[in-house]
DNA sequence: CACAAAATGGACTGTCAAGTCCAAAGACGA
DNA sequence: TCGTCTTTGGACTTGACAGTCCATTTTGTG
């Protein structure tokens, strides 16, 4: 039905770029506060000062693209503002440093999750939308089971453990955690997965005895 | 705005419980196979055979009122479609099998989760979506931690295990690996949450050797 | 400077879907 | 059986919002 969304923009003056990138981060930012629900293409152009034309200028696929440009725009943010401990999973200290930032990012975002809320939009099995998700995910997955064979190496981690599978189950642990915070508003279950899934971890050094 | 959403119905004829019941069912029908966005009024009408008048008469709150509707069905068939496995962990072959339920019904499931779908349509904030979801997490929780508490009683778990603590992180990680395989199409987040969740159970019953 | 390409303003259109209304048909108790 | 309350049909109103179009201004370049 359509498929030339994302295509050339072939020249970008300084002052379009500019542009481009204030209609993103403002309608991103209104997503977050509002929810994709409420956030008309109205609301984006109000709010960035700009008009329907360099929107569709700059976004020529309209709303989809946008929203797909936001998802992505979040996306990155999420991991960022996991740095620098996400990447530096390297002694106990440090995974608690994680899970403390993770939890308090999560705390800070309050109800709305605007990448959830740009994907389930879009629609789960839009092909733009699973690829953001799933690079997303996979990276984050990544990056865990990084921290989980370095603990390996220096003997802190049972080596016979699947780091993969770990950072795996830790993951959806975090992810659900989310989602139930963005439903009740309690940041428990967020808590006890990190805490279950890193002790988890832990004891598995400590073989059947 | 408004609050008047659930109101009276003081007669309900027969005939009228079922035409009730079929544009309930029709809604969820549809949503279930093609999402709450691409769902109008209209498309639950014709799918249910049923004229407007109807649908206003029996939801008076019009579109919401029929989408939080719908999301309680969902959320009764949640835990329903765990039964009997949920409500009777008192082995490890019974967790086994409750887990091989989940990540069966999820797998059948597909790409569409109804019910995160219709709560995150209707706004997380909103005091009837959240109000279904809390008690649906409520409740879920509740049973895990029942089974928790019964494998305690014939000493399959170590007695210092917070049993409450320990729901919230499998429920945790069931949402989560949910969650996953709706963006991603994979089930391993969902398996290795659950595997790892029970093992950390059983593991727990070999203290600090 | 001059010209081509890019950026911008904003009115206009078309569609689509939620919700209203009234009149007609059917159910049910007395 | 009668009268009332419930149920039903479906046309109509209303509003909102995505997307189009063209005229105008600005920018960059040879």
Redesign the pocket.
């Known amino acids: 039905m359509e498929s030339n969304l994302e295509v050339a923009?072939?020249?970008?003056?300084?002052?379009?770029?500019?542009?481009?990138q204030r209609i993103l981060e403002g309608a991103a930012a209104h997503i977050r506060e509002n929810g994709v629900v409420a956030?008309?293409?109205?609301?984006v152009l109000a709010r960035t000062?700009?008009?329907?034309?360099?929107?569709?200028?700059?976004f020529?696929?309209?709303?989809?693209e946008l929203l797909l440009a936001v998802a992505r725009f979040e996306a990155d943010r999420v991991l960022e503002d996991q740095r620098p401990q996400l990447g530096d999973l390297t002694s106990w200290p440090a995974w608690r440093s994680w899970r403390d930032k993770v939890v308090d990012r999560y705390q800070r975002q309050g109800r709305l999750c605007p990448l959830n809320s740009v994907t389930s939009h879009l629609g789960n099995g839009t092909p733009g939308s699973q690829a953001v998700v799933t690079e997303l995910m996979h990276r984050w997955q990544t990056e865990i089971a990084t921290g989980v064979r370095h603990m390996q190496d220096t003997g802190e981690i049972d080596p016979g453990l699947d780091p993969d599978r770990a950072a795996a189950a830790l993951l959806a642990g975090i992810q659900g955690g989310v989602l139930i915070q963005m439903s009740t508003g309690q940041t428990i279950h967020l808590e006890a997965a990190l805490d279950m899934g890193i002790a988890h971890l832990r004891a598995s050094r400590l073989p059947v005895a």
Chains 1, 2 share one sequence.
């Open positions: 923009m072939r020249t970008l003056t300084r002052k379009g770029a500019a542009t481009r956030t008309t293409l109205d609301d000062a700009t008009s329907k034309s360099q929107l569709f200028h700059y020529p696929g309209g709303r989809e």
